[in-house]
């Protein structure tokens, strides 16, 4: 080998394998620009959506009810925890409502999908249909027919009739998430379970639930959320006593923002990671199985 041709493998080692052709392009380009269009708008929403907890955040902390800064202090965790009666009632309300809603909307829609998608009945498209219709509304028309509809039938304004709406309105949440797992069930499975002599109701508990659980664990999840935040609904259908958190919320800021308000914004904000981070390895196990 001459000498110009060990210099020119000398160069091709030093180099190494670098991709070439479309690949080259593409990584002088990634290389070129760090951050491009869609990155730096991922970062401007990020920011619009999470700079107002840091504000909420920042302010739960200030001695004084005005936005002006004036000091640190828990003054207002202080009022939070030892004189806030009305405010927890309102809190226990809505976590009373939303954990029995969401239970018995994932009861009934995971039911339902499953009898939707594993049976054939006449009309059963109609039924999906007629079932999506309380997510497209909105919440105004339901909240005005189903106070009609308890008006009509006599039933007082309370606790139970904002259960009742929170798990019509949920129910079509958890329908709709059980359905895309099932959409990814492989029947075969429960053709297996039967040729095994497993009934129906074993393949049922035994086989369809427990492949469905990931869809099911986001809808319950899912309900939860919804119905702690829902005001539209609940403003129709709460009677005297039955105040929830949001009705709460929305009679003080009447009057001014209180900064316990903002406390309990922070506490709660706090649960919820926790509860995620929680349940990341949990959802994360069902999801592998």
């Known amino acids: 080998m001459n000498g110009r041709g060990i210099v020119s493998a000398t160069i091709t080692k030093l180099r190494?394998?670098?991709?070439?052709?479309?690949a080259n392009r593409h990584a002088r380009r990634a290389t070129r620009r760090s951050f491009s269009f869609s990155q730096t708008i991922f970062i401007c929403t990020l920011v619009f959506l999470f700079l107002p907890l840091f504000v909420l955040i920042l302010y739960s902390f200030n001695s004084s009810k005005s936005m002006n800064?004036?000091?640190f202090s828990f003054i207002w965790y202080e009022q939070l925890f030892v004189n806030s009666r009305n405010l927890w009632r309102a809190f226990w309300n809505?976590?009373?409502i939303a954990s029995t809603s969401a239970a018995t909307a994932t009861v009934l829609g995971t039911l339902g999908a499953i009898g939707v998608n594993w049976?054939?009945?006449r009309m059963r498209s109609y039924t999906q249909i007629v079932s999506f219709l309380p997510m497209v509304l909105p919440e105004i028309i339901i909240g005005v027919s189903l106070s009609v509809?308890?008006?009509g039938v006599g039933m007082r304004l309370g606790l139970l009739t904002i259960f009742i709406a929170h798990t019509t309105?949920?129910?079509?949440f958890v329908f709709l998430m059980v359905m895309a797992r099932l959409d990814e069930f492989d029947f075969s499975i429960i053709e297996a379970a039967a040729d095994l002599g497993a009934t129906e109701r074993q393949t049922l508990t035994k086989v369809t639930i427990p492949i469905c659980m990931p869809g099911i664990v986001s809808g319950f999840l899912t309900a939860i959320t919804i119905s702690l935040e829902d005001f539209v609904i609940t403003y129709f259908v709460a009677g005297p006593g039955s105040s929830t958190l949001p009705l709460y919320i929305y009679s003080a800021i009447r009057f001014g923002i209180?900064?316990?308000i903002n406390a309990l914004s922070v506490v709660m904000i706090l649960g919820t990671v926790l509860l995620t981070y929680l349940l990341r390895n949990f959802l994360k196990y069902i999801a592998a199985k």
């Open 258 to 260: 209180s900064p316990v």
């Open 69 to 71: 800064w004036t000091g």
């Open 119 to 121: 049976y054939r009945f």
């Open 94 to 96: 809505s976590m009373l």
């Open 149 to 151: 509809f308890f008006s």
């Open 169 to 172: 309105f949920n129910l079509p």
């Open 16 to 22: 190494g394998n670098k991709p070439r052709g479309e």
